[in-house]
């Protein structure tokens, strides 16, 4: 007996299994690359931030140093000590003659040196008023003739 013609398969298996292989080292490749840019990138971010670090400890004894100088140079003798030396008879104000501001630049509620400043603010325009009618007539005359 005869037996039928059988199909040969000409693709072979080898070809198939290298574009597998090709495609995986590929991949491979492409991985590694990213892993690559990646580990740069993240080298690359740590040395500015240990640049930043630095700075910021440099910039904090810069203020540590001028805060305490600040405090050396406001201290009340070394005040007291310059305002004999330049010849200026002033003091130390009184708690009353001191304002303290908000970050707005308004003064703080409920400060006596406030309302102090405000009397005498009212007290100064209540004067001006009663002075300008006088100037007014006095001007009004130098015009006319």
């Given at each position: 007996?005869?037996?039928g013609?059988?199909?040969?398969?000409r693709?072979s298996?080898f070809?198939?299994?290298?574009?597998?292989?090709?495609a995986l080292?590929?991949?491979?490749f492409?991985m590694?690359m990213c892993y690559w840019?990646?580990?740069m990138?993240?080298?690359s971010?740590?040395?500015?931030?240990?640049?930043a670090?630095?700075?910021?400890?440099?910039?904090?004894?810069?203020?540590?140093?001028?805060?305490?100088?600040?405090?050396?140079l406001m201290?009340?003798?070394?005040?007291?000590e310059?305002?004999?030396?330049?010849?200026?008879?002033?003091?130390?104000p009184?708690?009353d003659q001191?304002v303290?501001?908000?970050?707005?630049g308004?003064?703080l509620p409920?400060q006596?040196?406030?309302?102090?400043a405000?009397?005498?603010m009212?007290?100064?325009?209540?004067?001006q008023?009663?002075?300008?009618p006088?100037?007014?007539?006095?001007?009004?005359?130098?015009?006319?003739?």
């Amino acid at each position: 007996m005869r037996r039928g013609v059988r199909k040969v398969n000409r693709h072979s298996r080898f070809t198939v299994n290298s574009a597998g292989v090709v495609a995986l080292i590929v991949t491979g490749f492409a991985m590694l690359m990213c892993y690559w840019m990646l580990g740069m990138r993240c080298t690359s971010i740590a040395h500015d931030l240990e640049k930043a670090e630095k700075q910021y400890k440099q910039l904090t004894r810069e203020g540590e140093r001028v805060a305490s100088r600040w405090t050396e140079l406001m201290a009340v003798d070394r005040l007291q000590e310059r305002l004999v030396r330049f010849g200026l008879e002033m003091g130390i104000p009184r708690a009353d003659q001191i304002v303290r501001m908000t970050s707005e630049g308004r003064p703080l509620p409920g400060q006596i040196a406030v309302a102090r400043a405000r009397e005498r603010m009212a007290a100064a325009n209540v004067a001006q008023a009663s002075i300008e009618p006088q100037q007014r007539k006095r001007s009004m005359r130098g015009k006319i003739r």
